[in-house]
């Protein structure tokens, strides 16, 4: 099985924020992904509103990341932690899939017309290894 790195937000409403990455996260199971979403396991143990502890628990991320072979970005809505994420994710090369919410495949061939997304987005996912 692969192991696939959930990037979704967090920060703002976590608790519609947390539902929304255990969907995400049962979804990769139910692909016969093994789904690796930090937010959903650190902030058991860390406080997010501790800025030391959220950098621990953002960098101990990116080493799950490392671990990972895909990255699946869900969502329209780019937080600050997630673009860190996609640049840590740019820099390693790793495969990105996209994602709305809904869990239907964004069309990177039709990215540069997609109503949906922002200019912002688009400059964030610019230079990712986008898989189709």
């Not at 990769?28 to 058991?44: C, K, M, Q, R, T």
């Not at 869900?74 to 869990?103: C, Q």
Request: glycine letters at 6%.
């Amino acid at each position: 099985m692969k192991k696939v790195f959930i990037c979704s937000p967090f920060r703002g409403n976590i608790e519609e924020n947390t539902k929304r990455a255990k969907h995400y996260a049962s979804i990769a199971v139910g692909s016969d992904e093994i789904p690796i979403a930090p937010h959903l396991y650190f902030p058991n143990f860390l406080d997010e509103n501790d800025p030391n502890q959220r950098m621990k628990g953002i960098e101990m991320g990116l080493e799950l990341m490392d671990l990972c072979d895909e990255v699946w970005v869900f969502g329209f809505e780019i937080t600050e932690g997630m673009k860190f994420e996609l640049d840590h994710a740019k820099e390693k090369k790793k495969p990105v899939r996209l994602y709305d919410g809904s869990f239907n495949r964004v069309n990177i061939r039709t990215l540069d017309v997609d109503d949906r997304v922002t200019h912002e987005y688009r400059r964030t996912v610019k230079g990712l290894r986008l898989m189709r």
